[in-house]
């Protein structure tokens, strides 16, 4: 079992609608929670952390995090085609010295 | 966010050349630098952890004659591609954690080409 796993996708929404992109872990000690877009051929920026219970928004992008289930996730509010990426989940374990990643989720927003 | 300068952003080199990628955190001290490697349409592989004094801890499968590792000071470390091969093409990203908050911030990539 992977450590995170995230569905590759692709997810195709229409603009302005709501996009929603889910990860789990395996790991009950993860304690930081992030959300990463990466654009083809460029490198992941960062765009949410979270690493409480609930909902934590900023802007246009939410993130939950539920750690009794073990899953993050999140949610693209009226999505624009500029969003269309991959969204990469990754998950701090133990310390602050290991991240891992999901395998991304491809995300396309049709104008 | 925190800016991580990664160089060269892309490189063409011959087999059996050997290659120094720097990746420099300008404005944090990064206590731990991370190096992946990403292979087209595929997810971020960690190939080591590298902390500012001390020897990299390189994952598994990942030789560490092979990719050097340096990290001489909190703002710069170097990833040394020796006697590269074709094999060896793909897009090598480095990212530093700052002591603060715990984020991981990524440099721009660097593109290899082995022919």
């Known amino acids: 079992q992977k450590e995170v796993e995230q569905n590759s996708g692709p997810l195709s929404v229409p603009e302005g609608a709501i996009a929603s992109l889910n990860c789990t872990y395996s790991?009950?000690?993860?304690?930081?929670f992030f959300w990463y877009r990466q654009y083809s051929g460029k490198s992941p920026e960062l765009i949410m952390s979270?690493?409480?219970?609930g909902d934590k928004e900023d802007g246009r992008f939410t993130a939950q995090l539920n750690k009794a289930s073990q899953y993050v996730s999140l949610l693209i509010r009226d999505s624009q085609p500029s969003d269309s990426a991959t969204y990469l989940c990754?998950?701090?374990?133990?310390?602050?010295?290991?991240?891992?990643f999901g395998s991304g989720t491809k995300l396309n927003v049709k104008p | 966010g925190a800016v991580v300068s990664q160089h060269p952003s892309r490189v063409i080199c011959k087999s059996g050349t050997s290659v120094k990628i720097e990746c420099r955190s300008l404005?944090?001290?990064?206590?731990?630098m991370f190096w992946y490697r990403q292979f087209p349409k595929q997810s971020l592989m960690l190939m080591a952890t590298?902390?500012?004094?001390?020897?990299?801890?390189?994952e598994q499968g990942v030789e560490k004659d092979k990719f050097l590792i340096n990290h001489a000071s909190l703002t710069l470390s170097t990833l040394t591609v020796t006697s590269a091969h074709p094999e060896d093409s793909s897009f090598y990203i480095c990212?530093?954690?700052?002591?603060?908050?715990?984020?991981?911030?990524f440099g721009s990539g660097t593109q290899l080409s082995v022919l």
């Open positions: 990212s530093a954690r700052g002591r603060a908050n715990g984020k991981l911030f």
């Open positions: 790991d009950r000690g993860s304690q930081s």
């Open positions: 979270i690493y409480s219970n």
């Open positions: 990754a998950v701090n374990i133990g310390n602050f010295n290991k991240f891992y």
């Open positions: 404005d944090f001290q990064a206590t731990t």
């Open positions: 590298s902390n500012e004094g001390s020897k990299a801890t390189y």
